[in-house]
Structure formats: C-alpha cells, structure tokens
C-alpha cells in the first residue's frame, strides 16, 4: 500500500495552483504561488525522504533553489494576465531548468536550452506577441484583452493536473527504486576509445612511455576496469590507471552520440526544421493579387532589362 | 564513485520536479484563452519532458537523454515556427487570440 | 386489284419454288431482324437528331423487306418446320431440363398471322409517315422506333417456337404499346392511358407466365412440338396426366385464358383498350386495332389442344366473348368521338373472335382476326385522316357532310368501304368472316351456345348500327364541321380543313381494297379441298401445333358427340350432320347467310333513319328515353360506359388504395419509426450525453485527452493488482 503522505502534498500543490490561477488580488495570487512552492518542496523531500538513503551534500542546495525556482517561475507564467510577462517568466522557467541540467552535468544541454529557448524561440513569441496584441496600459486592466483575464474552468484543469500528478508521483514511487545503477561510466570512456587521435595523445600525455597501441580483451576493448578506476595495458603488459579529466566532455560525448547513434534521425530533424521554415514561411506571407496586368508588365520590364 | 555525486537529489527528485513542471504546464494550457500563451504552456511541458529526460540518462550514464533533448530542441522550434505562423494568419483574419472565435469545425 | 391477286394465287407452285429455293429458310430469320435494325437506325435518327423523314423511310424499307421475306416464305411453303438461329437458354440438371432456343416455328397459322401482320404494318408505316409528319425532327424518330420494335415484339410472339419466346414478344408488344399510347407525354390523359394499358396488361401476363410454368412442369417443355408430342402421347386425355395431383392441365387453359383476355380486351379486363386511343392514329390501328390485340386469339389457337384438355375452358371462353362483344357494342352506340366508338367496336369484334374460338371456330375466329384487321385499319386510318384534317376533331355531332367537301372523298369512300365491312353487309369480307363464327354457334352443341348466337346475331344488327351511325353522320348530309382544339396556334375563325395527301390517299385505298378482297380467300382453293371456310381454314387447319394432327378429331365436347367441326372435312361434317345443331330448321351455315344479312340490313336502316334521314329523331328519343324515369338508366349508362371504369375504382383501386395507405402507416410508424429509427435514435440519444464534449474548444478535448492518457497509466500501473483482484474473484466464484 502506498503512503498516503505523497498524495496529500499533490493535493495541497493542486489546491495552492488552482488559487493562483483564479482571478483574485495580486497579493492573495503571490501568496497562493508561494503556497504552491512551498507544497512541492514539501513533495519533493517527502519523496526524497522515502526513496533515498543517502545524506546530503554540497549539490543539493542547488537542487532545492533551481527546482523551487522553476516550479515558482512555472506558475508565475501560467497564472500572469500579460502574455508579455508570461514569456518573460517562462525565460526564468529556462534559466533554472538549465541550472538543473547543470547539476545533471549536462553541461551542454543547459546552454543549448538557454541560448535556443530563452535567445530564440522566446524572442521569436516576443515578436508575436508584440505582433498581435495592443500592448496595454498596465494601469488600466480594462484595456487587456477579456481572454487573458478570465481562465477557463480551472477546477476542471486543476483536477486533470491532480490526477496526472498523482500518477507521476506513483509512477516514481512504484518504479525507481528497484532500478540499480551501472557501477561505470563505461560510455563515456568507450567513447573515447572510438575517438582514436584523442585517445592516443590522451595517454601519451599521460605518459610519453607508453607502447602504444594497447592491449585489446576479448570483445576488442582497450579501456579495461577495475572496480571504478578504468586502466589500459600496453603492449608490454604495463598498467596505466587513466584520469577521470581524461574522459571525452559531456559535448564531446553528446556529439559523437548524436552522430553515431541517431544519425537517421538527426537528418530528419534536419528535414523537419527545413518544413517548419517553408511552413511558416508560406503561412505567414501575406497574400498578394496580382493581377494580369501587373504580371505582363513586370514580364515586359524583365525583358526590356534582358535586351 | 558517479553516483555519489548524484548527491541526495536523487533520479525521483529530478522526476518530481520535471512531473510538477508538465502539471503546471497541462493546467496552463487548459485555462488560458491566448492562444500565444497556450503554446507557451506547451514549451513549458516540454521543459518538464527534457528536464526528465536528462535525468534519466544522467541515471542510466546514457547521453540518448540529452540527444532526446536535442530532438524535442528541434520539435519545439519547428512547432514554434508553425504555431506562431499560424497564429499571426488568424490574427490577421479575426483580429483576436481566442481560440473559441476559431471554433468554425464544432457542431 | 383483284386480277392480281388471283394471279399470284393461280402462279404455278414450280415457279415460286425455284425462287425460294435460291436461299436456305434461315433466311427467315430476317424477318425478325429487320424491325430490330430498322430500331437500330431509327435510335440513331434520333440521336442524331436528324431533322428529316429518314427514319419513317427506314421504317418502310425494312418492314416492307419483312413483308416480302414473309410472302416469300408462304409461297415456298411445304410443311411446318423449325428455323433454328442460336441456342438461347439451355438448362439442364439431374433429371430435368428447361430448353428455350431462339427458333422460328413457321406453320400455315404464324403465316397467316405474319402475312397481316407484316403487310399492314408497312401500310400504316407508310401513313404515319405523313400522318406524323408535324413532329419531324421531334419525336418522329422516337415514333418509327416504337413502331419498329412493335414490329419486331410481334414477330418474336407470333414466330416463335417456344412459349417463352412469345412470352418475350407478349412483353414486347406490351410495352411497344406503352410506348406509343404515350407518344403524347406532355398529355397527361395520354401517359394515364399509356400507364392504364401497362397495368391491366400485367394481369394477363401474370396469368401467361403462371401458365408457361404449369405448361413447363406438366408437360417437361415449352415448345408447342413438344407439348404437341406430349399430348398425342396422352391421347389428350386430361385424366392421364397426373403431375401435381392432375390440377395443372385444369389450371392452364383459364391462366391462358387470363392472358388473352388482358392482351386482347376481353370483358373484365377490356378498359385499357379505348383509352388506348390517346396514343397517335396510327398505332390505334396497327396495334390496337389490327395486330396486338389479336395477339390473344392467336395465344388460344396456338394452344387450343390445351384448353380441349377442360371441360369448361372453350365454353367460357366464347362466353365471355360474346358478351363481350353485346357489353362493348352497347357502350359504341352511345359514344360521341369517332375514335372511341371504333376502339370499342374492336373491343366488340374481339368478343366475336373468341365466341369463334369457344365454338370450335378458330378457322371462322382466324379469319376474322383476317378481314378485321383490314376494315379496323382502314377505319381507324379514316378517323385518323378527319382528326389530322379538322384538327383534332372526333365528336360525330360536330362533322358533316365530309362526303361532298373537295379532297375528302376518298376518306368517305374508304370509309364506307370499312363500315360495310364492319357491319356484314352481304357480300363484304366482314359478312363472310362474321358468319362463320355466327353459324359455328348454332352447329357446336354446347352450354347455351344457340342463346349465344342468337345474342351474337343482335350484337351484329347494333354494330351494323353504330358503324352507320358513324358514316352517316359523319360523311353524309349537309356540309358542316367545327375545328378542333389542336390548332397549332391558327385562329379557329379562319381555319380551313387540310385533306389529305398522297400517301394517306395511298394506303386508305390499298388497305380498303384489302378489306374488299379479303371475302376472296372464303371462296379461295384448297389443297384439302372441301373445307368449311376455304383459304383461312386451310391455313388455321395445316397448323400441326393444334394437336399435332391436322384434319383429325381434335375435340371432345361431350360424350354423345365425339366429333368437332374443328379441322373436320366437309365430308365427315356432311356424315354426321344429324348430329348438329340447326337454326330454324336449317343448315346454319346456309340459314346465317340470309340472317345475318337482313340483321345488318335492319341495323343500318335505323342508322340511316336516325342519323341522315331524321337527325333530330335521335335526340328526341334521348330525350324521351331520358325523360321517363324507367328507362332514363339506359342511355345515362351506357354514355358512361355501364360505369365500369368507376366500378373498378370502387372496387379495386379504392380498397388496394386504402390498404396501400394502411401499410404505410405501418412502415413508417412501426417498421420505419419504432425500429429503424427506433434503432438509428438509441446511439444518436446516448451521444447527446457526450455530444458536450465535442463543444470544438481545443481546450475540453485537451482535457479528454490528457485524462484519458491518465486513465491509461493507471490502468497499466494498477495492472498487476486488477488481475490479482480478477482471479480471487474468478476463484472464489469457482466452488
């Protein structure tokens, strides 16, 4: 049977959001939005107190700040009136999300995420936004659109993230902790073993002495471990330990993963950005009549250039 | 040696926060009425899927999480390419965001 | 004329032998298909839209070239024979067979029918070429080509060799006949007569396909050899056969019967004939007139060993037939339009051709059918050329004196021609053809046949009466006429009356001097000589479908008199003479020479009393017939028709009406209502439940979604408990 704890926190979170989301005074919103932060961080350390054993250490702070940030931005952006300001807490949104991927040591994707979502994507909404909506007088709410003001049913919202939160949070509940961790980075370091300059310069950098090439085992790997510390054999049988800094950069991996594992569909993710441009392109464009006329001057002119 | 700086934030913290991200986002697209602000929320339940992905692959010490993320990078700028081109369309036709004045299809 | 026709007649057999002989039979075949490519091309006038008289030409070459195939066949003719042209249904299984090819049976009887048939089709081609002549370019093509296909209807009924090949021109002809009844589709009267002459139709041919499926479970076969073969195997004794008990045989001939009656309008079945009328001038005579409608006394002689097999068939048959010619002669009295008293004066000569049939006359019923088909046309062809002329005008009070007016004598001529005919003035084909049958009432004994007779004498001195009525109205006294209501836009102060021309004149005086010929085949040679009724006789007798043996007893009317005149020589007749029946103590046939005469003579007297010496005399007796309160019935009656047609609407089309409705109540409230949209209302009164949730927001279909995936998740999270939970339940279900 499942602790019943989790699923209060959900319900209180799902509670505190509908509040925020209602149209009431901003000062009873802020209070809602800091009630809902504070039910995930109560979530959060329920969860982290039944499936982790483990003391905290340096990172976690961190942890607690970017996750209570995003989740406080998140809602921020979804129960703002000005869309404007939506798109502007949504950059908080990514900004934090990026320092989370930080903490994963996805170290590339934390600045792809902001320099794609927060430099592009999100400028490109400014712009539509900007496009399409009078920007309002902020003294003046009557000058706001009526669809902004008003949410649409957010009980029955409310209830469908509640429901959908309970399943995440018994999904995590029920799932993660019989899943062991692998004892290696083995990837990583297979990855510099496919990268032979970088490998060769690698070890010799750690030691010019080394008979290069080195010893390969049955299944044809150089990199042997023990334990947790990875090691190669030279051609004379002498054991070189490598360096954890030695192993390939969270890019370096991501890229040679990207191109030697999903190279079909890098392609096609090629082809649709290729799609999305012509789409949007020929949507956006503005239709022009032309009629008869103006096509066989231009046709005209074209020629008395030619000649 | 990997796991131990995982820290206490453990693979389900990362699932929670991603979980409550895509919550906010589901119930931000179910209640506002801008159409522009919709596909935001949208971004936002995308943020949520990258932030899981990467955890899991970070827990797996797999980098296909962060190649997913690439891959919804892509999805989500197309989609964003598209919806924003489709949005301005509209505009341009009924001069208003709400997508219940778009409603042409319903009985 | 006539010189010539006798000299065909005495042209040695040798010659004519030689020419045919030039050719295989198969030849025969052509007869039939001429009308076929003469449809053919007309179809193609018509799409062509071609704005010529081409297809009426078309028309009279190819039925012309039947016409002469058909004449050439009777002059090479040497005894009945089968023209096989292809294997059309064979259908053969363990035990049985049903065998139905596309073949000719050519006797003496199809010649005779095909020898009218072919001629006066050709004739009235030719009129209707000019009769038709203000819709060239319109529906003139469409005219020729039901023409044609009549043509081609008729043949496959009469020359076919099997009962399902005339079952295909029955329904040929059938619908050719609707086709022209309603060539005036913008009329509605016409496309209700068109429509009242299909539906009555379709009774009698219910009654002929029942009847060719009894013929075929009795007898094995449809082809007349075969049931030919079959009876001679059975001694035509209906008791022998005993498939289904022994009631077919018994049930055939009034099924027939049924068939003939709504082909040739007999008694219950009669109305469609004279709104037949509606249809063009043309088609009243030829097929309302002279050929389809004979259709059903050729059905009978066709299959008279069959109606032999019951007792009772032939005398209801003449029955019928001869009140039917009393019923239709009464109603012709009181008819104003020319063209309606004719078509029930067909009506009436029909009901003498079956009193012919039911007496044991077919060769006097045949013959008949013969000089009937002429006097009919030429009298239609007349009343025909005064509508066309007078714009439309066919009520007798309103024409007169047609006889002196400038390029109407040959009409009033012609006309004459046929009323003499018509009414058995002495000496005319028509006195010839009526006294046979008149005569053969008296001679066959049987159920009140001589009440019959006597009837069927009155019936000829009321027709001698109404067809004078006509002419001498019509065609005699002072000159006078009113125009019609078909103007064509002319002003009816200034209209003068457009005789006819050259090619009506032409067929008028060739179809008139066939009437007066057609008295010469009576008086004609033939091979068995001594036959009752000379040319005719012959060619009905030498008809081997009629038992397979020509010239033999065929018949047995009761017991004592094992002997019929059908098919008998002279010789046995004289033999057995005490047998037979007399009229004043003389010989019928003698006695009915004078009768007959003197009844027409009576009857026409009063015509002419009536409607040329004292034309006022006829209204005042209507209208002292009217005025006592006794008799006022007949002449009210018999102007509507005795009513019949109301009768029938009362009797028939009102309750089938009212049932009608009734089960249309039924359909639509019950099997309509209640349980097809009964059934289609259940899903569509659940929806409206959900229909909510299509409210095309995108956002109420998001939710749907999101719950639904939601739903999923716990389903398959939850997976491992509900099947644990199943299982207990299933167990402890279990003992």
């Known amino acids: 049977m499942d602790p019943v704890l989790p699923y209060l926190a959900c319900l209180v979170l799902a509670l505190a959001l509908y509040a925020a989301i209602r149209p009431s005074a901003i000062t009873f919103r802020i209070g809602a939005i800091v009630a809902t932060v504070a039910a995930a961080g109560w979530l959060l350390g329920i969860i982290a107190g039944y499936l982790s054993s483990l003391e905290g250490d340096a990172a976690t702070p961190f942890f607690i700040i970017f996750s209570l940030a995003v989740i406080a931005a998140a809602v921020r ?42 430099g592009a994507i999100l400028i490109t909404y400014m712009f539509v936004l900007m496009l399409a909506n009078q920007a309002p007088d902020p003294n003046e709410p009557e000058t706001m659109e009526y669809y902004d003001k008003i949410p649409r049913e957010p009980a029955a919202a409310v209830g469908v993230g509640f429901l959908l939160l309970c399943i995440v949070t018994g999904t995590v509940l029920h799932g993660t902790s019989d899943l062991p961790p692998r004892p290696n980075n083995t990837v990583a370091w297979h990855t510099l073993e496919q990268l032979p300059k970088q490998f060769e310069a690698s070890i010799l950098e750690l030691d010019e002495t080394f008979a290069w090439p080195p010893q390969k ?23 070189l330990d490598l360096d954890v800094s030695m192993a390939p950069t969270n890019t370096q991996s991501v890229g040679w993963s990207l191109v030697n594992d999903f190279p079909v569909s890098l392609e096609l993710a090629g082809v649709i950005l290729l799609m999305a441009m012509l789409g949007a392109a020929v949507l956006a464009r503005k239709a022009i009549e032309i009629g008869d006329r103006e096509k066989r001057n231009v046709l005209s002119t074209n020629e008395e250039k030619a000649s | 040696m990997m796991l131990a700086s995982f820290g206490a934030a453990t693979l389900a913290s990362y699932l929670v926060v991603s979980g409550i991200l895509l919550v906010i986002g589901v119930v931000g697209f179910l209640v506002r009425r801008n159409l522009i602000v919709m596909f935001l929320c949208t971004e936002l339940m995308f943020q949520g899927a990258a932030i899981a992905f990467v955890a899991a692959g970070r827990y797996y010490l797999d980098y296909s999480g962060q190649v997913m993320v690439i891959f919804i990078l892509t999805v989500a700028a197309a989609e964003a390419a598209l919806a924003l081109a489709l949005v301005v369309f509209m505009h341009r036709q009924r001069d208003t965001l709400d997508p219940d004045a778009y409603g042409e299809l319903a009985e | 004329m006539i010189s010539i026709m006798q000299s065909i007649i005495a042209t040695p057999a040798g010659q004519i032998d030689q020419l045919v002989d030039i050719v295989a039979p198969t030849w025969a075949q052509f007869i039939l298909w001429m009308p076929l490519i003469s449809l053919v091309l007309c179809g193609l006038c018509a799409a062509l839209k071609v704005k010529t008289k081409a297809p009426a030409i078309i028309t009279v070459i190819s039925l012309a070239t039947s016409f002469v195939l ?24 363990n035990g049985g067979s049903f065998i139905s090819d596309f073949a000719l049976y050519i006797d003496k009887l199809t010649l005779l029918w095909m020898l009218f048939v072919t001629g006066l089709g050709t004739l009235i081609a030719v009129y209707a070429s000019e009769y038709m002549e203000h819709d060239v370019g319109k529906g003139y093509a469409r005219f020729f080509a039901g023409v044609s296909v ?122 469609w004939l004279p709104d037949a009328m509606e249809g063009p001038t043309p088609v009243s005579a030829l097929i309302h007139a002279a050929t389809m409608v004979t259709a059903g ?67 006097g019923a045949a013959y008949h059918v013969f000089t009937h088909a002429f006097f009919k046309a030429v009298l239609f062809l007349t009343c025909g050329a005064i509508m066309h002329g007078f714009a439309g005008q066919l009520d007798l009070r309103k024409l007169s004196g047609l006889r002196k007016m400038r390029g109407w004598k040959i009409v009033s001529y012609t006309m004459l021609v046929g009323c003499l005919c018509l009414a058995g003035f002495p000496f005319t084909s028509g ?22 007779g006597w009837l069927a004498i009155f019936t000829a001195g009321l027709t001698a009466y109404y067809t004078f009525r006509v002419w001498f109205r019509v065609c005699c006294g002072p000159e006078y006429y009113e125009p019609g209501d078909e103007l064509h836009g002319d002003d009816p102060s200034s209209f003068h009356p457009h005789p006819p021309r050259v090619a009506i004149n032409f067929v008028l005086i060739a179809i008139a001097s066939g009437a007066i010929i057609a008295a010469l085949p009576y008086f004609m040679d033939n091979e068995t000589k001594g036959i009752n009724g000379g040319w005719v006789a012959e060619m009905v007798h030498d008809s081997p479908a009629r038992g397979g043996v020509p010239n033999a007893v065929v018949a047995v009317v009761d017991g004592e008199h094992a002997t019929a005149h059908e098919g008998v ?16 103590g003389m010989d019928p046939h003698k006695a009915m020479y004078y009768i007959s005469g003197v009844v027409g003579m009576i009857g026409l007297g009063f015509a002419f009393f009536f409607h040329l010496a004292r034309r006022k005399a006829a209204d005042s007796l209507r209208n002292k017939l009217l005025a006592s309160r006794f008799t006022r019935w007949l002449p009210i009656a018999m102007e509507n028709k005795w009513y019949v047609d109301e009768f029938y609407i009362a009797v028939i089309r009102t309750p089938l009406w009212i049932l009608g409705k009734l089960f249309a109540l039924i359909d639509r409230g019950i099997i309509d209502g209640l349980l097809v949209n009964g059934i ?18 995108v956002q109420s279909y998001a939710v749907s979604m999101i719950g639904g995936a939601a739903l999923v998740i716990l389903l398959m999270m939850f997976m491992p408990e509900i099947m644990s939970f199943l299982q207990s339940t299933m167990i402890g279900a279990t003992p």
């Open chain 3, 680 to 697: 289609a209302g259940t899903p569509r009164a659940i929806a409206k439940w959900f229909s909510p949730l299509h409210n095309g927001a």
């Open chain 3, 150 to 271: 009549f043509l081609f209807a008729m043949s496959c009924l009469v020359m076919g060799d099997n009962l399902l090949m005339l079952y295909l021109g029955w329904e040929g002809v059938g619908f050719a006949s609707y086709w022209l009844i309603g060539y005036f589709y913008q009329r509605p009267a016409a496309v209700a007569a068109a429509k009242k002459a299909f539906i009555v139709n379709r009774i009698g041919d219910l009654g002929l396909a029942l009847a060719i499926y009894l013929i075929w479970s009795t007898f094995g076969t449809i082809q007349y050899d075969g049931i030919s073969t079959a009876l001679a195997a059975h001694n035509n004794d209906a008791a022998t056969f005993s498939a289904f008990g022994g009631w077919t045989v018994h049930a055939i001939p009034y099924l027939l019967m049924l068939a003939a009656f709504g082909k040739s309008a007999q008694l219950p079945l009669y109305v």
């Open chain 3, 297 to 363: 006394v050729y059905l009978i002689a066709r299959t008279y060993p069959l109606f032999q097999l019951d007792d009772y068939a032939l005398p209801i048959v003449a029955w019928v037939g001869g009140l039917t010619a009393l019923f239709a002669a009464t109603i012709g009295m009181a008819q104003y339009d020319i063209k309606r008293i004719m078509a029930y004066s067909t009506v009436s000569q029909l009901g003498y051709m079956f009193l012919g049939l039911g007496v044991l006359s077919s060769y």
């Open chain 1, 77 to 118: 952006m979804i129960s703002h009136e000005r869309p404007i300001y939506c798109a502007l807490h949504f950059i908080l949104v990514v900004i934090a999300s990026a320092g989370l991927l930080l903490l994963l040591e996805a170290e590339f994707m934390a600045f792809a995420l902001i320099i794609v979502y927060a």
């Open chain 3, 569 to 584: 020589a002279n010789a046995v007749v004289d033999q057995d003479h005490a047998t037979h029946g007399s009229i004043l």
């Open chain 1, 217 to 239: 085992t049955e299944q044809g790997n150089a990199i042997q471990f023990d334990q947790d510390v990875a090691y190669v054999l030279s051609a004379e049988n002498v054991r």
């Open chain 3, 431 to 452: 006195y010839f053809s009526k006294d046979a049958i008149l005569a053969e009432a008296f001679v066959t004994q049987g159920s009140g046949f001589e009440i019959l």
């Open chain 3, 70 to 93: 058909t004449l050439m066949l009777y002059f090479g003719y040497e005894g009945a024979e089968v023209i096989h042209i292809f294997e059309w249904i064979h259908v053969h299984w």
